[in-house]
């Protein structure tokens, strides 16, 4: 009977423990992510941001796909463009000023405000100061028009003045804003842009569509690029640089023999070799082009294409490419840019592109070459080692792996169209090409 009983006892506390396990809730299983918790029945919830630009919008450009992109199935290393006029003109100038003739007028330092106000006494014509000028001048106006003396006087004081007829009022700012009108070839259009981004104009407005650029400056930005503007205008030539940039990994534990490259194409292809501080540069013939290049790289390496591009300079201009703005992906050389000075002409009674490559990060300059080249030639830069973009003390890239650039420079004869009878870019080949070059 004792046994039955402590049974009993046995099988009622099983049954309690049972129950107890059937009434504890069964909770989902959670995700934390960045202190947002994510269940099946739930959303995410984030931190708010700042009202900032998006990356992906930042980084938009109109421009890209003419900067990175290169057909190297028709590339012509000559290229014949007419010479275009390229016309910048003020915007929001205003009305005409009343025609008006002045005499006699002479004024001792003082401001551009102060001085028109004292030309203008006695006339329906008030002055306005949209912006502080406080610079003094001092000049003599024999005789002329009322349109002119204005004009005078404001750039003596290095101000701009617009005339509304409506109010009478001449309103004067020490700001502008002009239109460039662009001429049709893109590879002069890339090179006026480049060098006004590096005169430091900002903020271009670019149409693509009717070929002009709206900017805003004061007296410094306006004759810095009235200044470029001439010098392109007056340049003969334009240099350009189509490349490529690899990554190389080794399929073994072992370097790249670039050494190989002289039995895969030849003594005659490999025309100078040029140290840097880090690296070198190759001059090769034609032979050697992205596809050959890749082919010889396939044989020791994996090769990846981290970036593909176009830039191009006035002749004895500088200017640079940058990696990242057209990298296929998001890499350790992205803040890698690559920049060059160049001239085409005379080089010791050679006709040679004489130019300056450079390659520098954000730490500054990594290595540079002094190439020599002739038209035709290509550039191979070899031995920058990946790890000089590791900012990492450890990294699961291999020791030798590579980065290798490919450029190819292009030169860019601008010449007087009605004499020339040039009606759209030409390319030179063949017969075409050795008459331009022996010229």
């Not at 034609?286 to 020791?300: G, R, S, V």
Request: charged fraction near 20%.
């Amino acid at each position: 009977m004792k046994k039955i009983l402590i049974g009993f006892v046995m099988v009622v506390l099983c049954a309690a423990c049972q129950n107890t396990n059937d009434n504890i809730p069964q909770y989902d299983t959670i995700t934390v992510v960045e202190n947002s918790v994510i269940n099946e029945k739930s959303v995410p919830i984030f931190p708010k941001k700042a009202a900032l630009t998006t990356d992906t919008a930042q980084r938009f450009s109109v421009e890209l796909p003419m900067r990175c992109t290169v057909d190297w199935n028709n590339q012509s290393v000559v290229s014949v463009v007419p010479a275009e006029k390229i016309e910048i003109v003020r915007l929001g100038v205003g009305d005409p000023l009343p025609e008006l003739s002045v005499s006699g007028y002479k004024f001792k330092d003082m401001t551009v405000a102060a001085a028109l106000n004292k030309l203008l006494d006695g006339t329906d014509v008030a002055i306005v100061m949209d912006e502080q000028l406080v610079e003094k001048i001092s000049g003599d106006v024999a005789s002329g028009t009322l349109s002119d003396t204005v004009d005078l006087i404001s750039k003596m004081g290095r101000a701009y003045y617009s005339y509304d007829e409506t109010t009478a009022e001449i309103h004067l700012k020490h700001r502008a804003k002009w239109m460039i009108k662009m001429p049709k070839d893109q590879s002069i259009i890339m090179a006026l842009l480049d060098a006004m981004h590096g005169a430091d104009v900002r903020n271009l407005l670019v149409n693509w569509s009717d070929k002009t650029v709206v900017f805003e400056g004061d007296w410094q930005t306006e004759r810095e690029v009235s200044r470029i503007i001439a010098d392109i205008a007056s340049k003969k030539y334009m240099l350009a640089w189509d490349m490529d940039v690899y990554r190389v990994y080794p399929k073994t534990d072992n370097p790249i023999i670039w050494m190989n490259l002289l039995p895969a194409f030849g003594k005659q292809n490999i025309k100078m070799s040029v140290p840097g501080v880090v690296g070198r540069a190759l001059v090769v013939g034609p032979e050697i082009n992205t596809k050959t290049l890749q082919e010889f790289l396939a044989q020791q390496s994996n090769v990846v294409l981290i970036s593909q591009g176009t830039f191009s300079i006035p002749n004895g201009w500088q200017s640079k490419f940058d990696i990242g703005q057209c990298s296929k992906e998001d890499r350790l050389e992205t803040d890698l840019v690559v920049g060059a000075t160049g001239k085409y002409g005379d080089y010791g009674g050679y006709q040679k592109i004489d130019a300056k490559i450079v390659l520098t990060t954000k730490y500054g300059e990594l290595t540079s070459f002094n190439i020599p080249s002739s038209v035709g030639d290509n550039y191979v830069i070899i031995g920058i080692p990946t790890h000089s973009f590791v900012t990492t003390p450890e990294t699961l890239v291999s020791p030798f792996a590579e980065l290798v650039v490919f450029m190819s420079p292009r030169i860019i004869s601008v010449v007087d169209s009605d004499a020339a009878g040039v009606n759209s870019n030409v390319g030179l080949s063949g017969n075409a090409l050795r008459e331009f070059l022996n010229n």
